[in-house]
């Protein structure tokens, strides 16, 4: 079964700074791919970026990037220069279908 | 395209009440998948369609529930003899895997809250 780790509970940025969210997770699925969610206070959950077990570079995806690293199996999402829009629950999920319990993330002013 | 729809978006029943959701797919997206998320959790899986075929359940889901997409298209995910244990926000999401240039990331509705009292 995949297991999904999101340590950070609750992370706080200055607006226009950069801030890491970690996610790492145990799968014994040889070809996989790791997504990144946004559910803001709406509730909608929001596809940001994508990460294929095979890809070669980390992805981006205008402010959001991931370094992944395979060996680890991390996969932490970067966003830089936050944004007050950026606060929302963040969530990482490989293709199976399972979600971590998220990160908190506020940005402040 | 008007993105993935649920209705209602809220729902407030009495404990041994049935309870049905809708969701509507964007589409021309040929999987659906439904989720259950509680409060400071991320969604659990509870079931995915590929047109009208079922294609996977959890364990997480009862026989008390019941998901179906008979034409391929809208699907309903019924609960019956509600317990207060079933109160939780369902999520519905479709995708369309294989879409050139897309990563079959899955596009999500606004979610049905479902209180049982």
């Known amino acids: 079964a995949q297991k999904i780790t999101q340590t950070q509970p609750g992370m706080f940025v200055q607006e226009k700074e950069a801030v890491t969210l970690d996610c790492t997770y145990d799968?014994?699925?040889?070809?996989?791919?790791l997504f990144w969610y946004k559910q803001p206070s709406s509730g909608e959950m929001i596809f940001l970026i994508y990460?294929?077990?095979?890809?070669?570079q980390n992805a981006t995806e205008g402010r959001y990037s991931l370094n992944f690293q395979k060996a680890r199996k991390s996969a932490n999402l970067v966003i830089s220069a936050s944004q007050l829009g950026d606060s929302a629950m963040y969530f990482c999920s490989p293709e199976k279908l399972v979600f971590g319990k998220g990160t908190k993330l506020t940005v402040n002013p | 395209d008007t993105g993935v729809s649920q209705d209602p978006r809220h729902k407030i029943t009495k404990r041994g009440q049935n309870v049905t959701f809708r969701c509507d797919p964007i589409s021309e997206h040929n999987r659906l998948y439904w989720y259950r998320q509680t409060l400071g959790q991320g969604p659990e899986f509870l079931t995915y369609?590929?047109?009208?075929?079922?294609?996977?359940k959890s364990r997480l889901l009862s026989d008390r529930f019941s998901a179906e997409r008979p034409k391929g298209s809208f699907s309903t995910l019924e609960i019956q003899r509600t317990e207060q244990g079933d109160s939780a926000m369902y999520l519905c999401?479709?995708?369309?895997?294989?879409?050139?240039?897309?990563?079959?990331?899955?596009?999500f509705g606004p979610g049905t809250r479902l209180t049982v009292l």
């Open positions: 369609f590929q047109n009208e075929a079922q294609l996977e």
């Open positions: 999401a479709s995708s369309f895997p294989g879409l050139a240039g897309r990563y079959n990331e899955q596009f």
């Open positions: 799968t014994s699925d040889p070809s996989y791919g």
């Open positions: 990460q294929g077990s095979y890809d070669q």
